[in-house]
């Protein structure tokens, strides 16, 4: 039995110091998804290399970067408001043909297909930071060597390892949405989508296939290793490091990091996300940056949106942690 399939009572002794029970098993994954995981790990890495040899002394083209930042926005959200917001938590419910939208550009961001990664992370919320989590930083404790190895672990470690996450048992609801099941299959072909699409593009707009090599490079693969790294530091810094302004569960150290706001859409104010992971806007309070709260605002203007859940002024206040004169800082609504 693995340790996703062990009952919630098994747990209930961890200290939130010690090293998770299973940690001290090193179970790697076979070697087809281990090979698999660390390309895509490693090859963006030498296309950034190539790209900057390519780019040394004239510069990245205006066309690569615009691209780029295109389908950064484009996959990126399809993660955040898409995976993450509507199938993970129902923070909304959307149109059919938006929730395929959704799904598809998501699929595009390289992070696995929608029915994985929704029960992975559904499993993530069911044990946040104990024993149970798939990749929270505290799974070798809180010493330095194990904070440390934990980041690892958190960061892109836990999917080298063998620990299956049953979606019959996380993501019963999308397995039995036959539109959703069509997308997570469609997933190697989305992957070679995401790949091609920037290179034609490149192609199409400069006329040269160098173009289209440099559009492949930069709005390809380069765009892929940012978007999949910023997602990944939420996983491990946002458990680490920042502020934790709203109550969580017992153990759960999730955090508000400031400077990944942008680059990851708002999913870096986890901490407001942990206290109320149902909520449509991660950035409860004034002035924090949520693009994604933005955009399904926007659908919810133009009627693709129905049945959002926006912060509830009374709710937050009573699950600010600290002075009760702060408790006024936070919005009444999305």
């Not at 995981?37 to 690569?64: K, M, R």
């Not at 458990?239 to 109550?247: L, N, Q």
């Not at 933005?294 to 002075?323: C, K, M, Q, T």
Request: charged content about 15%; proline content about 6%; aromatic content about 10%.
């Amino acid at each position: 039995m693995s340790i996703s399939e062990q009952p919630v009572k098994d747990r209930q002794d961890y200290d939130g110091a010690s090293p998770f029970p299973e940690a001290k098993e090193h179970a790697a994954a076979g070697r087809a998804q281990v090979g698999l995981t660390a390309t895509i790990v490693v090859l963006p890495f030498i296309a950034l290399g190539v790209a900057i040899f390519l780019a040394w002394g004239q510069g990245v083209a205006l066309t690569d970067l615009l691209l780029a930042a295109a389908f950064y926005v484009v996959t990126g959200l399809g993660v955040t408001v898409g995976f993450h917001r509507l199938f993970t938590h129902a923070s909304f419910t959307a149109r059919p043909w938006l929730r395929v939208v959704l799904a598809v550009a998501g699929s595009m961001g390289f992070q696995g297909n929608l029915i994985d990664w929704v029960a992975v992370h559904r499993r993530h919320h069911a044990f946040t930071d104990r024993p149970g989590d798939p990749h929270s930083p505290y799974r070798y404790g809180t010493s330095l060597r194990g904070q440390l190895r934990g980041l690892a672990h958190a960061h892109l470690g836990w999917m080298f390892a063998d620990d299956q996450t049953p979606a019959e048992r996380y993501a019963p609801d999308l397995l039995a949405d036959p539109a959703m099941v069509r997308v997570a299959r469609a997933f190697p072909a989305l992957c070679a989508v995401s790949l091609t699409l920037p290179f034609l593009a490149g192609w199409a707009i400069t006329g040269t296939l160098y173009g289209g090599l440099t559009a492949f490079l930069w709005a390809g693969l380069i765009r892929i290793a940012l978007l999949q790294h910023v997602t990944w530091s939420v996983n491990s810094l946002c458990h680490v490091i920042g502020s934790r302004p709203f109550k969580t569960r017992r153990h759960d150290r999730s955090s508000n990091v400031w400077p990944l706001a942008l680059l990851s859409f708002g999913e870096s104010w986890h901490n407001g996300h942990h206290s109320e992971p149902s909520c449509a806007r991660h950035g409860l309070e004034r002035g924090q940056i949520d693009p994604s709260a933005g955009v399904i605002r926007l659908f919810e203007l133009l009627g693709w949106a129905s049945d959002v859940h926006w912060p509830d002024r009374d709710r937050l206040r009573r699950r600010r942690v600290g002075n009760p004169r702060q408790q006024a800082r936070a919005p009444a609504g999305g």
